[in-house]
Protein backbone atom coordinates (compact mmCIF):
# COMPACT_ATOMS: atom_id res chain seq x y z
CA UNK A 1 0.00 0.00 0.00
CA UNK A 2 1.25 3.19 -1.17
CA UNK A 3 1.69 5.65 1.67
CA UNK A 4 2.82 9.40 2.31
CA UNK A 5 2.53 10.33 6.04
CA UNK A 6 3.68 13.66 6.95
CA UNK A 7 4.84 14.91 10.17
CA UNK A 8 6.15 18.20 11.92
CA UNK A 9 3.22 20.53 11.79
CA UNK A 10 2.15 22.43 14.69
CA UNK A 11 1.92 26.11 16.46
CA UNK A 12 4.16 28.36 16.16
CA UNK A 13 4.60 32.37 16.52
CA UNK A 14 5.14 35.16 13.87
CA UNK A 15 8.68 34.74 13.13
CA UNK A 16 9.22 31.24 13.93
CA UNK A 17 9.91 27.81 12.52
CA UNK A 18 8.55 24.52 11.40
CA UNK A 19 10.29 21.55 9.72
CA UNK A 20 7.90 19.31 7.71
CA UNK A 21 8.83 15.75 6.99
CA UNK A 22 6.81 13.64 4.80
CA UNK A 23 7.82 9.80 4.67
CA UNK A 24 7.24 7.91 1.11
CA UNK A 25 6.45 3.92 1.35
CA UNK A 26 5.01 0.93 -0.93
CA UNK A 27 6.50 1.83 -4.27
CA UNK A 28 9.13 2.67 -5.80
CA UNK A 29 9.82 6.71 -5.57
CA UNK A 30 12.37 6.35 -8.61
CA UNK A 31 11.95 9.41 -10.92
CA UNK A 32 8.97 10.81 -8.75
CA UNK A 33 8.48 14.44 -8.23
CA UNK A 34 7.55 15.75 -5.06
CA UNK A 35 5.43 18.52 -3.92
CA UNK A 36 3.94 20.03 -0.62
CA UNK A 37 0.63 21.82 -0.94
CA UNK A 38 -1.12 23.47 1.56
CA UNK A 39 -4.99 24.72 2.52
CA UNK A 40 -6.09 27.56 4.41
CA UNK A 41 -9.48 28.05 6.04
CA UNK A 42 -12.40 28.48 3.15
CA UNK A 43 -9.19 28.45 0.54
CA UNK A 44 -8.28 26.05 -2.39
CA UNK A 45 -5.17 23.94 -2.36
CA UNK A 46 -2.69 25.38 -3.51
CA UNK A 47 1.28 24.21 -4.35
CA UNK A 48 3.80 25.41 -2.42
CA UNK A 49 6.81 23.89 -3.57
CA UNK A 50 8.10 21.09 -6.03
CA UNK A 51 11.05 19.29 -6.23
CA UNK A 52 11.88 16.83 -9.00
CA UNK A 53 14.17 13.18 -8.30
CA UNK A 54 17.14 14.69 -8.90
CA UNK A 55 16.84 17.93 -6.37
CA UNK A 56 17.52 20.27 -8.96
CA UNK A 57 15.10 23.38 -9.85
CA UNK A 58 13.50 23.36 -6.58
CA UNK A 59 10.33 26.08 -7.31
CA UNK A 60 7.78 27.78 -4.80
CA UNK A 61 5.30 29.93 -4.45
CA UNK A 62 6.10 33.62 -4.68
CA UNK A 63 4.20 33.98 -1.41
CA UNK A 64 6.82 31.63 -0.14
CA UNK A 65 10.17 32.15 -1.82
CA UNK A 66 13.50 32.98 0.21
CA UNK A 67 11.08 31.60 3.90
CA UNK A 68 10.91 28.00 2.17
CA UNK A 69 12.85 25.72 1.15
CA UNK A 70 12.34 22.17 -0.10
CA UNK A 71 15.17 19.18 -0.15
CA UNK A 72 14.43 15.29 -0.42
CA UNK A 73 16.43 12.87 0.82
CA UNK A 74 16.24 9.80 -1.69
CA UNK A 75 18.11 7.36 0.37
CA UNK A 76 15.10 7.32 2.60
CA UNK A 77 12.05 8.04 0.78
CA UNK A 78 11.89 10.88 2.48
CA UNK A 79 10.76 14.81 1.27
CA UNK A 80 10.99 17.79 3.58
CA UNK A 81 9.88 21.55 4.47
CA UNK A 82 11.77 24.14 6.13
CA UNK A 83 9.84 27.20 6.83
CA UNK A 84 11.45 29.64 8.17
CA UNK A 85 9.86 33.81 8.90
CA UNK A 86 6.56 32.13 9.62
CA UNK A 87 3.46 34.54 9.47
CA UNK A 88 -0.30 34.04 10.20
CA UNK A 89 -0.96 33.33 6.33
CA UNK A 90 0.88 30.25 6.33
CA UNK A 91 -1.45 28.90 8.60
CA UNK A 92 -3.55 25.97 6.83
CA UNK A 93 -3.24 21.99 5.95
CA UNK A 94 -0.23 21.01 4.68
CA UNK A 95 -0.43 18.02 2.41
CA UNK A 96 2.78 15.98 0.96
CA UNK A 97 2.29 14.59 -2.71
CA UNK A 98 3.49 12.49 -5.25
CA UNK A 99 3.43 13.04 -9.19
CA UNK A 100 4.77 9.17 -10.78
CA UNK A 101 4.21 10.23 -14.10
CA UNK A 102 6.37 12.54 -15.49
CA UNK A 103 4.04 15.13 -16.69
CA UNK A 104 0.33 15.58 -15.06
CA UNK A 105 -0.99 15.42 -11.55
CA UNK A 106 -0.15 14.48 -8.31
CA UNK A 107 -1.78 11.67 -7.52
CA UNK A 108 -0.37 10.55 -4.30
CA UNK A 109 -1.35 12.80 -1.25
CA UNK A 110 -0.64 12.30 2.58
CA UNK A 111 -3.40 12.64 4.94
CA UNK A 112 -1.89 16.48 6.01
CA UNK A 113 -0.46 17.84 9.08
CA UNK A 114 -1.49 21.14 10.48
CA UNK A 115 0.47 24.10 10.45
CA UNK A 116 -1.09 27.23 12.75
CA UNK A 117 0.91 30.75 12.95
CA UNK A 118 -0.36 33.01 15.85
CA UNK A 119 0.35 36.44 15.51
Known amino acids: QVQLVESGGGLVQTGGSLRLSCAAS????????MAWFRQAPGLERESVAT????????RYADSVKGRFTITRDNAKNTVYLQMNSLKPEDTGVYYCAARPSPVGAYTLWGQGTQVTVSS
Open 26 to 33: GRSFVGVA
Open 51 to 58: INWGSSNP
